[in-house]
């Protein structure tokens, strides 16, 4: 498991990231950009087999499932943990789940006011701004979160062809959730999320290229993904204890009877000097 600290420390905010600190776990794109599809392994299962119809990895965000390469581009924000399962997990995951799952989980409506914002800056004009924002609505009732992030970055690849640097990547995401706790024991939420990355024109190059940042191509295409999801969750939790706080034991009543007894039914009989 990867808590809320170590993710905003190591800035994990994709799969790949996740990937890069997890130990036996590997996420790359196809191209610069990763919006047509992406490959992962975990334990030795990989998707590399792309037209089979069953994953190696089950990839879950607050309970949906993601079960295609194409779909894994994303900006995951705010989060609070990211769990990763290693090994079978068809019993609660179902079929596509026989490496493991990586389940990712964001951060819960709090019940009171929150804000955060950050932004950054790096090579190739790489630039990300993130906004987070939560409050009680109805004081221990109803709360609500709002969360997104907005991240792009310049191609570094020369198309010589086209005369035009490509590779260029841009993400737009967003989450709202609502939570409503109409009484201690039970919970319902509801989270939307969601996501457009622009991935630009796919770029490939030879392995043994002499100049792996330089390509030849005559047309200038595109990958661009949009998707979005929605999950209804109602929760119920018994509050009351079923065993007391204390349990103290009946008194233990003496069985043997008395001597009287024994000496009446004359199953005792006392001999002088003895």
Excluded: C
């Excluded at 990211?82 to 951060?107: C, D, H, K, M, W």
């Excluded at 310049?154 to 035009?164: A, K, M, Q, S, Y």
């Excluded at 024109?201 to 979005?228: C, H, T």
């Excluded at 009877?257 to 000496?263: A, D, F, S």
């Amino acid at each position: 498991m990867i808590p809320r600290q170590e993710l905003e420390d190591g800035q994990i905010s994709s799969f790949q990231g996740i990937a890069s600190n997890t130990p036996n776990f590997t996420f790359s794109p196809t191209s610069s950009g990763g919006t047509e599809y992406n490959y992962y392994s975990m334990r030795g299962l990989s998707n590399f087999n792309s037209l089979a119809n069953q994953d190696s990895v089950a990839f879950y965000i607050d309970d949906v499932p993601f079960d295609y390469g194409g779909f894994l581009d994303l900006s995951l924000i705010d989060l609070e943990r990211v769990e990763l399962l290693r090994g079978p997990q068809s019993t609660f995951y179902g079929r596509s789940s026989p490496a493991g799952v990586v389940n990712v989980i964001s951060r819960q409506p709090t019940q009171k006011p929150e804000f955060g914002i950050s932004a950054s800056y790096g090579s190739y004009n790489s630039r990300e701004v993130k906004l987070s924002l939560s409050d009680a609505v109805i004081p221990d009732k109803l709360s609500f979160r709002l969360a997104g992030v907005y991240s792009a970055r310049d191609g570094f690849i020369d198309n010589v062809t086209l005369n035009r640097t490509v590779g260029e990547v841009s993400k737009v995401a967003g989450r709202a959730q609502i939570l409503w706790t109409p009484t201690p024991e039970w919970s319902v939420s509801f989270n939307t999320y969601a996501n457009d990355s622009d991935g630009g024109n796919p770029s490939f190059n030879l392995r043994n290229a002499l100049d792996p940042f330089q390509i030849d191509q005559s047309v200038d295409g595109f990958a661009r993904l949009s998707s979005n999801t929605q999950a209804l969750k109602i929760g119920y939790e018994r509050k009351e204890k079923l065993v007391p706080d204390s349990y103290q034991s009946p008194p233990v009543r003496n069985s043997t009877p008395p001597k009287e007894v024994w000496e009446k039914n004359g199953f005792l009989t006392m001999h002088p000097g003895v």
